[in-house]
């Protein structure tokens, strides 16, 4: 609790608050929860972070601080940032010790459904249910919490944090429907006449394919799917290759390595600064004795029937005209192969096909096209999170999940 205390005392409470404006997607009040930590006020601390995000617990954690929050420290200019994540991780704990419940207010009397019970679909749910709307969610599995249970692994976000972060919000009212899904004992027309308004909010978790000579082989997987369903082959002994450099790669690598793997590979086509993962969990992998191979491209994957190596190629980065990123391109006759047991891509993700049967617009990757209200092409359904093409972390799919609450609720029927 005293490092707590010194921790808060580091915070300069600034006035224009650029970790909260510039750097929390969820615009959090930073200053003023941290405040209230210095003034040992934890109730005040938690009821000003409750004003914009249910996940308290889960954002302290799990959030790429250094590019959102931190990043934006005032602190960080000459020093280090404020440790943010962690204060506001503690304020999240101390709700679930303290029975601390989010307030509800009868504001509103709307009937939606809610399908996928992610972090997208939970913020949403709370925020629509904390006003006064009947809200009932669809989940497909029979748990709620989406990636925060199938896609961050334990030693990154504790299940117990989930668990506890999911009861405080059911608490509010909100009825759950398990084991249901779009396409198979989910009807879409019983929904449409049944709900005032739907919220699809089932992300988008099909690992996109490397579209490579050998990618057909046995032993090639996607990680989104070894994460989600958590059906691994037997890595003991074996050498894998992980494609790819977000947080979904170093998410899946430290697993397989735990997993009992000889040797694990990131191969990344940019550098290391560029790599969207955050660089704690870049650094934590290097720690747990997982290899990186910086501009290196997967050009082919080689093998009669199974995965036996893979051919790389080496990339500089050059500026290209119009883009203001570096841009990889392969260095010719540079390529070389590399022994391999096993190949796990973690390039991005898309939607399920189930997508194209809703009557839907979809844009010309297969995401759900919605307005700036996060209504789709039916006024009545909205779309949010992955499946709407938002940035993929837990914050900004909460924030679209606040965001289609209020909206939702300016409706006038």
């Not at 490579?212 to 037997?234: C, M």
Request: charged share 30%; net charge neutral; with cysteine.
């Amino acid at each position: 609790m005293d490092n707590i205390k010194e921790k808060s005392e580091y915070c300069l409470n600034c006035k224009n608050k650029p970790c909260s404006i510039k750097g929390c997607p969820l615009n959090n009040d930073i200053p003023l929860f941290i405040k209230a930590i210095k003034e040992e006020d934890y109730k005040k601390a938690y009821d000003i972070l409750s004003e914009t995000t249910v996940l308290p617990s889960i954002c302290g954690r799990i959030c790429p601080h250094y590019k959102q929050c931190m990043g934006s420290c005032v602190r960080g200019i000459k020093g280090t940032p404020v440790n943010i994540g962690e204060l506001e991780a503690f304020i999240g704990d101390i709700s679930i010790k303290e029975g601390y419940e989010i307030e509800k207010e009868n504001k509103y009397s709307k009937k939606v459904a809610i399908i996928g019970g992610g972090p997208a679909g939970l913020t949403a749910a709370a925020f629509l249910a904390r006003e006064g709307n009947d809200v009932t969610i669809y989940e497909k599995y029979n748990y709620l919490g989406g990636l925060l249970i199938h896609g961050i692994p334990d030693f990154r976000l504790p299940k117990e944090v989930v668990k506890y972060s999911i009861d405080k919000i059911l608490k509010l009212g909100i009825k759950v429907e398990y084991n249901k899904e779009l396409g198979k004992n989910l009807d879409w027309s019983e929904l449409e006449n049944n709900y005032d308004n739907i919220i699809l909010a089932y992300g988008a978790n099909v690992s996109s394919k490397l579209k490579i000579e050998g990618e057909e082989l046995k032993g090639v997987y996607g990680a989104n799917e070894l994460l989600e369903y958590n059906v691994h082959p037997d890595y003991t002994d074996k050498t894998v290759i992980v494609n790819g450099g977000g947080n979904v790669a170093m998410d899946a690598a430290r697993t397989i390595k735990r997993l009992g793997a000889k040797k694990v590979i990131v191969v990344y086509r940019r550098a290391k600064e560029q790599m969207p993962a955050e660089e704690k969990e870049i650094q934590d992998a290097i720690d747990e004795g997982i290899e990186f191979l910086f501009q290196h491209n997967i050009v082919r994957i080689i093998g009669k029937s199974e995965v036996e190596k893979i051919e790389v190629i080496k990339t500089k980065l050059i500026k290209k005209e119009g883009e203001t990123r570096l841009s990889p391109v392969d260095i010719e006759n540079s390529n070389y192969e590399i022994n391999a047991d096993y190949v796990v891509t973690a390039i991005g993700a898309h939607p399920q096909e189930i997508i194209n049967k809703l009557g839907l617009k979809t844009d010309r990757k297969g995401y759900i096209e919605v307005n700036e209200k996060w209504q789709t092409s039916n006024p009545k359904i909205f779309a949010i999170g992955d499946l709407a093409g938002n940035t993929a972390t837990v914050a900004w799919a909460a924030r679209s999940g606040r965001d289609v609450s209020e909206e939702i609720n300016k409706i006038e029927y």
